[in-house]
T-cell receptor, first 114, second 111 residues
């Protein structure tokens, strides 16, 4: 039973390029959460999605960032025109339902903007 | 006031010591509480859920104090392998909410 799968594990982008981060939730999980972690910082909530719906995007920067979780396929976090400040670890978590349940994390994608 | 706050530490303790961490939360409607462990440059891993009555798992004990709005984690007989960052996580028991994490408390156990 595979856990939460994220790819790529490491991603290097030049300033101005686009970054696409993928997350496949655990089997049976339909809720996906994206978090960003800067060095020496905590996990910052970005966005919460269910299949084909964005439930809460209150943590997403207003520009350049978007997320989707289509009916088929993984959830995608897209960062357009990356800047050095976007360099961070991006973690995806999934849960079978919202509210009282715990969430399980993928291994993360480490984005480096050069 | 931040939603979830933790003392960042570091807590430096010898093997065999007992150490306790607290985590305060600001939203009195919060219903679900968890402790996660994060090793350096790895993903957070669920350590234990925190129930109203408190719960224990081996050397680890979690407690919830609703009146004062904090949860605690007690580690007895610390091992070198317990060295990590411990994150508390909170969410409200309703649809449409995600886990909110504290910044974590760093524990270093030495021999």
């Amino acid at each position: 039973n595979a856990g939460v799968m994220q790819n790529p594990r490491h991603l290097v982008r030049r300033r101005g390029q686009e970054a696409r981060l993928r997350c496949s939730p655990m089997k049976g999980h339909s809720h996906v959460y994206w978090y960003r972690q800067l060095p020496e910082e905590g996990l910052k909530f970005m966005v919460y999605l269910q299949k084909e719906n964005i439930i809460d995007e209150s943590g997403m920067p207003k520009e350049r960032f978007s997320a989707e979780f289509p009916k088929e396929g993984p959830s995608i976090l897209r960062i357009q025109q990356v800047v050095r400040g976007d360099s961070a670890a991006y973690f995806c978590a999934s849960s079978p339902r919202s509210g009282i349940t715990e969430a399980f994390f993928g291994q993360g994608t480490r984005l480096t903007v050069v | 006031r931040k939603e979830v706050e933790q003392d960042p530490g570091p807590f430096n303790v010898p093997e065999g010591a007992t150490v306790a961490f607290n985590c305060t939360y600001s939203n009195s409607a919060s219903q679900s509480f968890f402790w996660y462990r994060q090793d350096c440059r790895k993903e957070p891993k669920l350590l234990m859920s925190v129930y109203s009555s408190g719960n224990e798992d081996g050397r680890f004990t979690a407690q919830l104090n609703r009146a004062s709005q904090y949860i605690s984690l007690l580690i007895r007989d610390s091992k070198l392998s317990d060295s990590a960052t411990y994150l508390c996580a909170v969410n409200m028991q309703q649809a449409g909410t995600a886990l909110i994490f504290g910044k974590g408390t760093t524990l270093s156990v030495s021999s």
